[in-house]
């Protein structure tokens, strides 16, 4: 790159996320402000065409369904204690099918915890939120590249399968301030959510073959649309456990898999010879990255796979770590939570993890787990 073409800038994650997100078609930011996500809502004031501060989280959700339902592509920004308030309204907005965004921002838990103290422990928290077990697309934010392209994957994503999508990340991937050149980030085009034209009656909860079903805001005035959270038919009138609403139901999850190939965005940095793989994801990454570059000087041969799309979890993430016998997880909580998404709670042999609360990991721990037992 020439040096004049270069445009480096002191920057904090959420000012790119912000940004990122606006660009790719979210037009509307609903919150209330709860650290370590301050600075989005802080940014969200400046940056989206229309931002409301809502009295609770509860409210923050329930509005942001409303924009949904008239056509609108709404954000809001979290973390774990607002997020448990949301719970029941995600679940409400994920049956409905509208697309929003929900950025969470881990801090240590449990309950209130520390919120000056970041941390990776909410992966399980959003991996039950639906009742039934019924997957939120995840995403998680591994660098400054990734605050402006998994953002916008995320935006695009949720209105493509027209559904909620979390954006997980940490206090120190948004509040952070780094040296950071832009001059490379791609162009982010707008994505707009697929409207009925056909002729004839509108059903709304009708698909095709992408099992997604045209959408209409209920402020047009051509056809009655139907908005219904409790288990329904294609026209959107509750059926209990008739067959045609089951099958409906059963579509909510059908739709994510189908799609699942097109939203798994990973990094694998593969070296031909290893036989040891780091799996990481979020702020951990980049411990994760130092810890291999210090382990190739050494002549130790090691494999890294960083995790973009969490949930529902790709089956290449499992094809990939067979191939090793042997894997580190490594991620910010004490349990484990992406080891034991991965490979269950009986593990696989050769697998282990670096755990941790209330500091980051440190390439050394890395260092040191993956060569123990050489």
């Given at each position: ?232 038919d294609t026209k959107g009138i509750l059926q209990n456990v008739l ?104 593990g696989r042999k050769g697998v282990s993890g670096v755990n941790g ?18």
């Open positions: 790159m020439h040096e004049s073409k270069k445009n480096p800038a002191f920057i904090d994650g959420s000012r790119l996320i912000t940004e990122a997100l606006v660009r790719a078609g979210a037009d509307t930011f609903v919150g209330y402000p709860i650290t370590p996500a301050n600075l989005l809502y802080l940014y969200a004031t400046k940056r989206f065409p229309t931002m409301l501060a809502a009295p609770d989280e509860i409210t923050t959700l329930q509005w942001m369904s409303g924009f949904a339902v008239a056509g609108h592509i709404p954000v809001t920004a979290t973390s774990y204690p607002g997020y448990a308030l949301m719970v029941e309204s995600i679940g409400m907005a994920a049956m409905m099918e509208l697309p929003m965004v929900i950025v969470l921002v881990q801090r240590l838990g449990p309950a209130t915890g520390t919120a000056t103290c970041g941390a990776q422990g909410d992966l399980n928290v959003v991996y039950g939120t639906m009742s039934g077990g019924y997957p939120i697309p995840t995403f998680s934010i591994s660098n400054y590249h990734d605050c402006w392209e998994i953002s916008a994957k995320a935006v695009h994503t949720a209105i493509q399968l027209r559904t909620p999508v979390v954006l997980l990340t940490s206090k120190e991937m948004v509040m952070t301030l780094q040296s950071f050149d832009w001059s490379n980030l791609p162009e982010i085009q707008p994505k707009k959510v697929k409207q009925f034209t056909a002729g004839g009656t509108y059903l709304p909860y009708k698909a095709d073959e992408s099992l997604v079903p045209d959408f209409l805001p209920v402020s047009q005035n051509k056809h009655q649309v139907r908005i219904t959270a409790s288990t329904h067959p045609e609403a089951i099958e409906n139901t059963k579509r909510l999850e059908h739709k994510m898999r189908k799609h699942l190939d097109e939203y798994t965005f990973y990094e694998f940095d593969q070296q031909d010879g290893s036989d040891s793989l780091i799996i990481s994801y979020d702020i951990s990454s980049q411990a994760s990255r130092e810890a291999v570059a210090q382990l190739r000087a050494q002549g130790k041969k090691v494999s890294l796979l960083v995790a973009k799309t969490l949930l529902p979890i790709p089956q290449v993430y499992v094809d990939i770590a067979n191939r090793y016998n042997k894997v580190v997880v490594v991620e910010e909580n004490l349990t484990g939570q992406l080891r034991h998404l991965l490979f269950g709670a009986a609360i209330a500091k980051m990991i440190s390439p050394t721990e890395i260092v040191e787990e993956v060569m123990r037992y050489e």
